[in-house]
């Protein structure tokens, strides 16, 4: 029976779903035809949403700003915050400016100066050119949030506008750090983007408007003043009236916010004299290279206040900033939750940011994959590749193809295309989506990827509407939605032959420290119950999965558990430098048939070896010995395995111990991340030829070799779990918890996915656990829902605004029940020729995820200190890029931050601090490998939690209450010893207690009577008591990553 005819599409297309209105097939699958009325659609042939009181729209983008660039629509006066330091638009960390500039206009040309207001002359930026690179790296790399809280930095210079008319002045700073020195007497000539506030010459005088510019009585912030001699070209004598730079305050005679429209006196020139050797800056440029910044609130921490007496010497601002000045992850995610989660996130408008991952929200599907499915790292993707390179914002995809989805949204249709197979264009075998345009009355299409004209097979013929839309296109999902499934055909198989339902094959260590431990005994008792929840498709009865057992230490033994047996039958293969599969008949069963055979096993296995003093293991040999078995089987398939020790025996694969905590700082830590020995890799990829996925249990009391190890997990799709110095009593829980959602969980086998996209961009990099043979296919034996695929972008061509890009993911996959099937992700982005646009759709957590994946990767070549100053590099110029071509005038000392990557410095410092890239005197070399490894295949809201941990007061909220209670910022400062904190990461949940908690609550939560008898066994999820509800809370958080 052909195996893809027999489970029907699921859920059936055509028939009422969740959220989705029912589909009527009108010319396939023999259903009547639609009724739904033909809605026009926009740009790229997708469907206009309807939802709630949204207006029509189309899968066309919202119309390019052409407003100012900063990257927020709640702008600010220039050179003001919009609350506090923070603004809406531009964030800036330090004292505000209180300058009034004109920002520049959407179109304006970068790097130009700025334009002329009314019949004023152009001029130049006021506060010298903008830091470079290089400093902004200085100023991130000091960046110390979680400590001590430092003094408010002194103010900066004078803060007003400059006037209509203002006199260009001359002279040197020495030792400023801010210019080159020059010989005495001579000066470079300063524009109005390179002088000093207070700088006097008297060569020349301001006009004499200018005098009537006076301090106001309170005074706006002043320079720092400094003790010492008379620089060459200073006059301290008589009031500060020449400002070449700013003014002390308006004209008293103009009302306040009275704009100047003209000089008013005479216009002196702009500029000195040209000065030998000196080369003149470019108004908003970077101009020279200046001296590190010594803190962040000040511009020049060593300028003197002119026009008055010299005073005591202040001492310098320390080089930290005040966590409290740092935009909050808490505030941002809570602002998010509030404007973006009470309303579903509709897929219709191309190049839309999503709500970010910490916001639950539903998504309605119009054309585009859902966010679940694919994030980028930014929606309006740079039209040339010279704009990226300026920007340096990485363009890349997490891709989560078979990511698994809350029950109020439907599970992506099947289409069922029969013999013919899925529609797809002749030259770039792009999938038939929602953005393929049908011409020439719908007998011929344009694919949207490569621009060729396909013919339209007959039996997919239908007739144009009057807007050129096909009349069955939301009959279609293929032409309406963003997501959807095919169902294969005998030509995307192996062999050309259907594939056969997939197999599970658990081999358990049966060494002297598994035995100790009492991991066998547990094992064999949970798999017991655990054997009736394998994964099934639909509502299938019973699941296709058939399933095998192995024992090993230094031999393997197999089991015959035939359900035609009394009893099972061990044999025993002891030559495991030769491996094969002893038998074929009765190794891989039918659960429910076997069932007694199966269960008199798993009560033998734990008395046979209870006696056994065998410490050696071996571990290739027990993968090869599973891989050769699926082999026999003609099928793919999972193995289980659970080891416990580094394996030492005389195999294949053996190893030896090079734990050196000594390499690390150095440059052969790289060493310590890297495979022992080729073998592994090898036999990788003979598992991923196979469909073979391993999913690796560890138990170690020592080191294991995780980097090692882990190669074939990695390389295959499968996952590794490590739990150290393992005892029954304390990590039971978190075992037998993380094994029945592994055994549980959905997988698609013998995987292969390719990203398509439209010209001008291509795919260059791929994160994650897979295997690539070429450059454009990735590889999987296993793929579950938890895994995801990072892609990078790159240009090979000019992007047009107006058509966009677009991304298109197929996957190929056998399900459960053993279906081959693709599943198909598209997703329409805008371009953009403005940096103000690209820096405006950004989004920060895919980012992190990105640079995360991609630091990680790079400890395995390059020393782990080249790799942070990689990281912290590119993030200051992301944002030397912004400040110099997009935010208002500041000063050098303020950090300025786009308003969609104002978290970015805090996350990338977390990403810095992780124990992969700074690891503690505690942290093992096996921790790093596994975290590294972990990280590699992690989502975006799990990277998100892991990097910075959710910090909940326990204490601080109502005792009855079982919600969660508002999230403090995770820093050593927020933590009270008064309180009880639970800090979790997706990993883990710590419960942080003071020492100074309430003795009631300690005896109602732990049941002891003072702090100091608490212990780490004490707390159990269903605790009774006041704070019972506390553990209650514990579980709540903990299910939603089961």
Excluded at 310 to 316: C, D, I, K
Aim: charged share 15%; proline share 11%; glycine share 8%.
């Amino acid at each position: 029976m052909n195996v893809n005819q027999s489970v029907p599409p699921v859920p059936p297309f055509g028939q009422p779903q969740p959220i989705y209105p029912g589909y009527h097939q009108s010319s396939y699958g023999g259903q009547s035809g639609s009724t739904a009325p033909a809605i026009p659609y926009g740009a790229y042939n997708g469907p206009v949403p309807g939802y709630q009181q949204t207006p029509p729209q189309g899968m066309s983008r919202a119309p390019p700003s052409s407003g100012a660039p900063p990257a927020s629509t709640a702008q600010a006066p220039c050179g003001q915050a919009a609350y506090g330091q923070f603004g809406q638009g531009d964030v800036q960390n330090g004292p505000s400016s209180t300058v009034q500039m004109q920002r520049l206009p959407g179109s304006q040309p970068f790097g130009s100066p700025l334009a002329p207001v009314g019949n004023q002359p152009a001029v130049l930026q006021p506060y010298g050119p903008p830091p470079t690179s290089a400093q902004v790296a200085t100023q991130l790399s000091g960046m110390q949030i979680s400590g001590a809280v430092a003094p408010a930095p002194p103010s900066s210079g004078l803060g007003f506008g400059p006037p209509t008319s203002l006199a260009s002045a001359s002279g040197s700073f020495p030792n400023s750090g801010l210019y080159g020195s020059y010989p005495q007497g001579q000066a470079p000539p300063l524009s109005q983007a390179q002088g000093h506030p207070g700088i006097q010459t008297p060569q020349r005088s301001a006009p004499s408007q200018a005098s009537s510019f006076t301090p106001p009585a309170s005074g706006g912030p002043r320079l720092p003043s400094m003790t010492g001699p008379l620089l060459p070209g200073q006059s301290f004598g008589g009031p500060a009236v020449s400002q070449p730079n700013h003014v002390s305050s308006p004209p008293q005679a103009l009302p306040p916010g009275t704009q100047m429209t003209g000089p008013l006196g005479p216009l002196p020139p702009m500029h000195s004299p040209q000065q030998p050797g000196y080369q003149p800056q470019q108004n908003g440029s970077f101009g020279p290279a200046r001296g590190p910044q010594s803190n962040y609130g000040s511009p020049y921490p060593a300028a003197p206040t002119f026009g008055s007496q010299p005073g005591p010497p202040q001492p310098l601002p320390p080089k930290r900033l005040d966590p409290d000045a740092i935009p909050s992850p808490i505030q941002v995610i809570e602002d998010d939750r509030n404007n973006r989660g009470t309303e579903p996130f509709v897929t219709g408008v191309r190049g839309q940011v999503p709500p970010l991952v910490t916001t639950n929200f539903l998504v309605k599907d119009q054309g585009n994959a859902s966010p679940r499915y694919i994030r980028c790292t930014s929606y309006n993707i740079p039209c040339t590749s010279d704009m990226a390179k300026q920007a340096q914002v990485p363009l890349a995809a997490v891709i989560k193809p078979l990511a698994r989805l809350p029950p109020e949204e439907a599970s992506p249709y099947v289409v069922d295309h029969g013999e013919s197979g899925p529609l797809r264009c002749n030259r770039c075998k792009a999938y038939m989506c929602p953005f393929m345009q049908f011409i020439e009355g719908g007998r011929r299409f344009q694919c949207c990827f490569c621009s060729c004209i396909n013919d339209v097979p007959p039996q997919y013929f239908q007739h144009l509407d009057h807007t050129g839309k096909r009349v069955d296109a939301y009959d279609r999902p293929e032409l309406s939605l963003g997501s959807y499934e095919f169902l294969a055909t005998v030509d995307y198989c192996k062999n050309n032959k259907f594939p056969s339902p997939p197999a599970f094959i658990f081999m358990i260590d049966v060494s002297y420290n598994a035995i100790r431990t009492g991991l066998v005994r547990l094992l064999c008792e949970e798999l017991k119950s655990l054997l009736d929840f394998l994964p099934r498709e639909g509502g299938a009865e019973e699941s296709a999965i058939r399933v095998g057992f192995v024992t090993y230490n230094k031999v393997l033994h197999f089991y015959n558990v035939k359900s035609s047996l009394a009893q099972p039958q061990m044999m025993v293969v002891s030559d495991v430098a030769d491996m094969f599969v002893p038998l074929l008949d009765g190794f891989l069963v039918n659960v429910n048939e076997s069932r007694a055979v199966i269960t008199s096993l798993l009560d033998q296995i734990p008395e046979m070896f209870a006696d056994t003093r065998e410490t050696e293991t071996v571990f290739v040999p027990v993968i090869q010995a599973g891989m050769e078995a699926l082999k026999a089987a003609e099928c793919a398939g999972k193995l289980f395995l659970f080891h416990t020790s580094l394996p030492i025996a005389e195999a294949p694969g053996k190893l030896k111990n090079r734990d050196d905590r000594k390499l690390i700082n150095t440059d052969k830590e790289k060493t310590l991340f890297q495979p022992q020995t080729g073998a592994y890799q090898t036999l990788a990829k003979e598992c991923v030829a196979q469909g073979c996925c391993v999913d690796l249990f560890l138990f170690p009391n020592q080191y294991v070799d995780v980097a090692t190890l882990s190669v074939v997990p990695q390389l295959t799709g499968g996952s590794v779990y490590k739990y150290a110095s393992f005892q029954v009593e304390n990590d039971q829980e978190r075992f037998l918890s993380d094994l029945r959602r592994d055994v549980q969980k959905v997988v698609g086998f013998d995987a292969v996915m390719r990203v398509r996209t439209s010209t001008g961009i291509r795919a260059v990099d791929f994160f994650g656990a897979f295997y690539m043979s070429n450059t454009t296919d990735v590889e999987l034996a296993g793929l579950d829902g938890d895994k995801t695929v990072t892609v990078e972008f790159k240009h090979d061509d000019r992007l047009n605004e107006e058509s966009g890009a677009l991304l298109q993911c197929a996957l190929l996959y056998t399900s459960c029940a053993g279906q081959r099937r693709l599943r198909i992700h598209n997703l329409a982005l805008n371009c953009c020729t403005q940096l103000a646009d690209l820096y405006r759709n950004c989004e920060t957590d895919t980012l992190i995820n990105y640079m995360a994946k991609f630091a990680y990767r790079g400890v395995l070549n390059s020393p782990v200190k080249a790799v942070r100053d990689t990281l912290i590099t590119q993030c200051a110029q992301i944002l030397a890029c912004y400040r110099k071509n997009c935010a208002s005038p500041s000063s050098a000392g303020q950090l300025i931050l786009p308003e969609c990557m104002k978290l970015l410095p805090v996350y990338l410092n977390c990403v810095l601090k992780s124990d992969v890239l700074q690891p503690g005197a505690e942290v093992t070399t096996d921790d790093r490998a596994y975290v590294r490894q972990l990280v590699t295949s992690m989502d975006v809201a799990e990277t998100n939690v892991f990097f910075y941990p959710r910090l909940l007061p326990l204490t601080k909220s109502p005792v009855e209450s079982t919600t969660e209670p508002p999230a403090v910022r995770a820093s050593e400062e927020r933590l009270s010893n008064g309180d009880i904190y639970l800090l979790e990461n997706g990993l883990n949940l710590f419960l942080w207690v003071g020492a100074s908690v309430q003795q009631g609550v300690v005896q109602s939560l732990f049941s002891v009577s003072s702090f100091s008898q608490i212990t780490s066994g004490l707390v159990r999820a269903g605790s009774q008591g006041e704070y019972g509800c506390r553990s209650i809370l514990c579980e709540t958080i903990g299910s939603q990553y089961s």
